[in-house]
């Protein structure tokens, strides 16, 4: 069965700065790729998500992530964040026929 | 629309009531999934409802019952529940599950907040 491991549990920025979450991932076969964001109090919202095709994927709210199959990888960025980006974001792996799994999650906090 | 409701939003129950999770979406999704999410941690799947069946149980206690009466509709049943069950419960609907190739997105509900006294 795939996991996923997200390597920062806490990121704490300033506005304007920019972010990179890291999320790699463990299965040998297609698999799709996704970001989900948990503002406080709030559900679970898709960010985006890869299937296939270009590897560099956008999003909404000025987010993209690029897959590199090589490095087993579906990082996501933000080139300024803001205030308002302040969640917890999870990164997610659906292997066709398998169940989705979730990373542990990174909790970005981002100072005004 | 990719809406997915949950009802109630807020529920506290004593360790021998029995109530019930709703979970409704009108998207013609035909697999429906049941999550739950302790704090700061991520969702864990319970069940998967696929085409009203159910085709994975997460080796979830049978305290927790889940029903599919249509493909709109999911409901857990929850009796007899202990303090450590408390948790954000979250509904998820997608169009299918378990395809050999799925390129299907889970789309989630807010969640019911469940406390157990």
């Known amino acids: 069965a795939q996991s996923v491991s997200q390597h920062n549990h806490h990121v704490i920025l300033s506005e304007a700065a920019s972010l990179e979450l890291g999320c790699n991932y463990s299965?040998?076969?297609?698999?799709?790729l996704f970001w989900y964001v948990q503002y406080p109090g709030q559900h679970l919202q898709l960010l985006l998500k890869?299937?296939?095709?270009?590897?560099l994927v956008k999003g909404i709210k000025g987010f993209e992530a690029e897959f590199i199959k090589s490095k087993f990888s579906f990082n996501l960025r933000k080139p300024s964040v803001q205030w308002s980006d302040t969640a917890e974001y999870f990164c997610a792996v659906n292997a066709p026929g398998n169940d989705m799994r979730f990373g542990a999650g990174t909790r970005l906090t981002v100072k005004p | 629309d990719t809406e997915v409701t949950q009802t109630p939003k807020h529920l506290v129950m004593g360790m021998t009531n029995k109530k019930s999770l709703k979970c409704e979406q009108h998207m013609g999704h035909r697999a429906m999934y049941w999550y739950k999410q302790k704090a700061k941690k991520p969702p864990e799947l319970m069940f998967v409802?696929?085409?009203?069946?159910?085709?994975i149980n997460e080796s979830v206690p049978s305290r927790f019952s889940p029903e599919c009466p249509n493909s709109s509709l999911l409901n857990l049943h929850l009796h007899a529940l202990q303090p450590e069950d408390s948790a954000l419960y979250l509904c998820?609907?997608?169009?299918?599950?378990?395809?050999?190739?799925?390129?299907?997105?889970?789309?989630f509900g807010p969640g019911t907040r469940l406390t157990v006294l």
């Open positions: 890869y299937f296939s095709g270009d590897p």
């Open positions: 998820a609907s997608s169009q299918r599950w378990g395809a050999p190739v799925s390129t299907d997105t889970q789309y």
């Open positions: 299965y040998g076969g297609t698999v799709n």
């Open positions: 409802y696929s085409y009203e069946k159910l085709s």
